[in-house]
Each structure stands twice: as C-alpha cells, then as structure tokens.
C-alpha cells in the first residue's frame, strides 16, 4: 500500500526524528537520496550540465546539498538562488564542492528571465527545490517566468513539484511540472490526487527513517497485495447463499444494454455466489447469462440506476428503504435520499456537480475535497470517478486508485464498475473496502483489455472487452 500523509502529519513526524538525529542528518539523508535519484535518472554525472533552483526552505537546501555531491562526481552544477536567503550551510556545501552561483538580479524581471535564459538554454537536469511542503499553491511571478523559460529540460522535483497544492492536490497558479519527483519519507497527499499528480511525474520514495513516527495515512493507494488481502474468497465450505446474492435493477427500454453490462460484469466478477435481475433487460440477461435468475426474491445487496432513466423516483426509493447495501449510479443519483449511509454511490465529475450544485470545474480541480463533501452530506461512501478515482468514507477515510489507462472513459465502463462493485457488497465487504477494491479491479481489467498490463501499446477497449478481462484481473492476484 502506498501511504500519503498531509504536511502536518509530516511536520509532526520530522520533530520526532529529528530529536533523535545529530542536526543536519535528515537533511543530509535527503540529499543523498536526491543525488543519486538524478544521476539514475541521468544515466551519468560526469560532464553533466544540473542547474539547481533553490527557494529558501529546506527544499533549497536538500537541492543545494544534492547540487554539492553531484558537483564532487564531476557534474558542472550552477545554482539560482531565488530567495535573498538560502540555506546557509548548504550554500556553503554547494561552493565548497565546485557549485557555481548565479544570484537574481531583483531589479525586473527581465533580469530574471535573462538570467533563466543563460541558465536553462543547454542544460541537461534542473533541480525543482523552489518551494516544498510549506508552500502555498501557485508560484511567484519571477519564480514562475523562470519555469517557463526551462520548457523542454528534464526537471526533478524535491519532495513535491512547487507550486502544487500538497495537502489537497490542487492547482490554483502557475507550478512546476516534473518528470521526476523525489519525495522523502512518506508520499505527500498532493502526489497521488489529480491534477496535482500529474505534475510529479514519475515519484521516487527516499526512506529517511520517518516511517515510526507518522500517523495513520491521510490518503491510501492500494496495490495488488491489498487487494488479494481484502477480496472476500470463498472457502472449502462455501455455498451460492453463504457467499451472497447480489441483486440488479438496471436498464429501461431505451437503455437495455446497461442492464446487461451491469449483470455481465457481476456474473464475470464471481464472488457473489448468485445474480438475480429486475429490469427491462430481461431478455438479453436470460440469453447471455442463463445462470443469472430473472425476477424479485431475497439479496444481500444491490445495484440500482444504471440506465434506468428519468422517472423511476419510485424504484430508486424503493430498494434504497429496504436498506441493504446498495450501490447508486447514474439515473439513480437523481433521487438519493437526505441519508443513505448503506449506500455507494459512483458519479462521475459531471453528476457531482450537479448534486453538490457546483460547476462541473470545480469537482475536477477539487477532487478530494468533492468527494468528501458529498460523503459527508449523504452519510455514505462516494466513488468519484476520474482519471485518478477517489473512493471518500463519511469517517473521512480516502483512497485513490492509480490502475486503469485513459482508454476506460468508454461508453459503458461506469455500468461495468457498479456490477463490480456491487458483486463485492453482496459477498459481505463493507462498502469502503468494496468500492476501493471493485474500482481497483476495474482498472486493472482495463489494463488487460487495452494492453497495457503485458507491456503492449495501449489501445481501444469497449465496456464488453472490460467484462471479459475481470476474470484475469482477479487471476492476477490470487496468488
């Protein structure tokens, strides 16, 4: 599991080592890591043109360290100091060990931007230690001319890309966007949330020995071990009704297929141990699925709203008042309840802006904080769906889901997830965990029917192709 803290826990955490270390060693150690993550990055150091941008804090100072032990292996490193103070110690490192220093002019920014110019025009890395995990969204102007004139040099970023929001994932202004990030300690929330993530790039974890001291993570990231943990496998004494009934309400004359999406996608999935159908979709169920029972009886969960369309306030009321867990998409969300706290519900940005009545704008830009207003107002787990989908609890648990290719925005794909997430229900997960896993699940389905996963150009996928790959993804971790 990949765990990502917010800055206050991280704050927290560095007193309680620090007062532990001699001074100087958590930065020391840092550095190092940075070091060799650029001359990985790199592939050589010897002859190698880094510039090192350095704000005034702490990230500065790990760059102008890093800056040093490169320069000492034969890079020729220079420096901007973007800040009338640097670090002192790691100033004096970064000459001492051979650095070169270009100080701003701070009379214009056409000095600046000069100065960008003759810096970054024949470099071969900059080093992003402008600002770090104490900084405000969105960069300086100076700060911000200078990235700009850097466009096309590789940059590694120092703990989080400046200009980023870190606790939120959020970008308000201009900031840098990496190709590396080296982050150390723990992952910080503003890497692993959209859009923010997309300006780390690729992210190297340096352990600094923080680990002991942080607190339960902010957010979470699932990998492949989690999900072979939690996913509900049936046992020795298993049978079709200890294992759960999982019913779909899915589909209407216009939309037929996404009743037999959703009742596909449960059928492929396998854990609950039957699938009953109650929809106009009948016909097409019986025919593709003739183990799927058609008709009303007893479930343990269910799954509503999926091409249904308008005017079904009595359906959508009526399996949410039998309170079972139920998973709540599309046309469904039109009708939820003030507290539904036994459901999950699956809009994407579009349908939570209009639930929250926001612009659809702000939902993207402030995923994590959507999510977990709507968790919060409807009681219940919310998965916003997104190119990095956030799963919210009303406890104030995240999660963010890293699988899954941008092929997935296909017609269908969010009938599928709701079939998915609902066969986990009814096999007894709680909703949090079953949201987390089935959007999991989902994506890494989607790597193996667009080809990513086996090292393939990623192509086309259709909801269909997305059904069939989930019984491979669930092969893939069964170990």
Known sequence: MRQAHNVEQIRSAEAALMATQPEGALMQRAAAGLAAACADYLGWVYGARILVLAGSGNNGGDALYAGARLARRGALVTAMLLADQVHPEALRAFRRGGGQVVDLPRKGKADDATAARHGGGSVDLVIDGIVGIGGQPGLREAAAEIIGQLLGAPVVAVDVPSGIGVDTGEISGPHVKADLTVTFGTHKVGLVVEPAASAAGSVELVDIGLSPYLATPAVEVLDAADVR?????????????????????????????????????????????????????????????????????????????????????????????????????????????????????????????????????????????AATAAASRWHCVVVLKGPRTVIAAPDG????????????????????????????????????DAASLGVWLHGTAAELASGAAVGEASGPISASALVASIPPAIRGVSG
């Open 229 to 369: 943990r939690l996913l509900p496998w049936p046992g020795h004494a298993s049978h079709k009704y200890s294992r759960g009934v999982l019913g779909i309400a899915a589909g209407s004359p216009q939309y037929t297929g996404a009743g037999l999406l959703v009742t596909s996608a449960a059928v492929a999935t396998g854990f609950a141990g039957m699938v009953r159908y109650d929809g106009a979709s009948a016909d097409l169920v019986r025919s593709a699925h003739p183990e799927v029972v058609i008709g009303k009886g007893q479930v343990q969960a269910w799954v509503v709203g999926s091409g249904v369309g308008d005017g079904q306030e009595q359906l959508v009321g009526q399996i949410l008042a039998e309170g079972l867990p139920t998973v709540v998409d599309a046309d469904g969300l039109r009708h939820l309840p003030p507290r539904c706290e036994w459901a999950v519900l699956t809009p994407h940005a579009g349908e939570l802006a209009r639930l929250l009545d926001v612009p659809r704008q702000e939902v993207e830009a402030r995923m994590l904080w």
């Open 397 to 432: 648990r995240l999660r963010v889901n890293h699988s899954g290719v941008p092929w997935l925005a296909t017609a269908g794909s969010g009938d599928v997830l709701a079939g998915v997430i609902g066969t986990l229900l009814a096999a007894g997960l709680d909703s949090f």
